[in-house]
């Protein structure tokens, strides 16, 4: 897999947010602070600002299993991070930034949603 800068990505989605879609001041500051802000801070505390598809899997795994996993009241938090990471891996293998609704993420770690093996 490609690694990237994280800040570098982040901006340039923010700019592309901006300029492609119709998306409100207050959705642009959430997006920037509350989601690629937590996600930055993660990768930042970690030392490792070149990431890549699996990172941002691993880091929306450990942030689900500390955060929404054992209180459903933080659902809010949990979305605002969710979709600004999502939408990073989506941007950096598309350039777009129009990305289809997030199934839920019960069923995106359903097996069954997994592609079959060779075998």
Known sequence: MIKYDINV????MLAKLKEDTKQSHTQLYRIRTVGLGTIIRHFEKT????????????FLEE?????????NQSLNRWKAVRRPA?????????GQVDM????????????????????
Request: charged share 30%; proline share 6%.
């Open 9 to 12: 990505v982040g901006k340039m």
């Open 63 to 71: 942030y689900h299993a500390e955060h929404y996993a054992s209180d």
């Open 100 to 119: 289809p609704i997030l199934p839920s993420w019960t069923k995106r770690n359903c097996s069954l949603r997994f592609k079959p093996s060779a075998e």
């Open 86 to 94: 999502e939408l990073l891996i989506y941007f950096s293998e598309t």
């Open 47 to 58: 030392g490792n600002m070149m990431v890549d598809k699996k990172n941002l899997r691993d």
